[in-house]
């Protein structure tokens, strides 16, 4: 199977500081896997706070995550503190993808990357919206 292979831009515009506790670490004593994506899924809560919104609430619409890809680059262990950078990118009709890194703060080494597929949604209609065109500013402008 080939290996995926993930860009994302030098520059994103948002980050946020996570510490790895204990309760990350899997058998290998190293960062787990699924314990990595939300990690990511807090950074992208906190961006999304950083905007005034939430996952149910941007311009009035939800996100779904619609697929996810990521490169697992190097080990992570107890004790480090991850910068997580996140932004917007490929934006369609209906949503955009969120591209993220991963780094170790004291050495800045990169530990993963990768990209969240986001489809806005109407709860209340149960079905996908546009991207809000608010969003879509705010998001260009950051």
């Given at each position: 199977m080939a290996r995926i292979k993930i860009e994302v831009p030098e520059s994103l515009p948002?980050?946020?500081e996570l510490p790895l506790y204990?309760?990350?670490?899997n058998h290998g004593n190293h960062l787990d896997n699924a314990r990595l994506l939300s990690l990511v899924s807090e950074a992208?809560?906190?961006w999304l706070k950083?905007?005034?919104y939430g996952e149910l609430d941007v311009e009035g619409l939800g996100i779904i995550i619609a697929d996810a890809a990521l490169q697992?680059?190097?080990e992570a262990f107890h004790g480090e503190t991850m910068v997580v950078e996140i932004g917007a990118d490929d934006f369609n009709k209906y949503g955009?993808?969120?591209v993220w890194r991963m780094r170790d703060k004291a050495s800045g080494r990169e530990v993963a990357r990768g990209k969240n597929g986001i489809v806005f949604f109407d709860y209340g209609a149960?079905?996908?919206a546009p991207a809000p065109e608010g969003f879509r500013r705010r998001v260009a402008g950051a």
């Amino acid at each position: 199977m080939a290996r995926i292979k993930i860009e994302v831009p030098e520059s994103l515009p948002f980050s946020a500081e996570l510490p790895l506790y204990i309760g990350h670490m899997n058998h290998g004593n190293h960062l787990d896997n699924a314990r990595l994506l939300s990690l990511v899924s807090e950074a992208r809560v906190r961006w999304l706070k950083s905007m005034g919104y939430g996952e149910l609430d941007v311009e009035g619409l939800g996100i779904i995550i619609a697929d996810a890809a990521l490169q697992y680059l190097s080990e992570a262990f107890h004790g480090e503190t991850m910068v997580v950078e996140i932004g917007a990118d490929d934006f369609n009709k209906y949503g955009c993808d969120v591209v993220w890194r991963m780094r170790d703060k004291a050495s800045g080494r990169e530990v993963a990357r990768g990209k969240n597929g986001i489809v806005f949604f109407d709860y209340g209609a149960r079905k996908i919206a546009p991207a809000p065109e608010g969003f879509r500013r705010r998001v260009a402008g950051a």
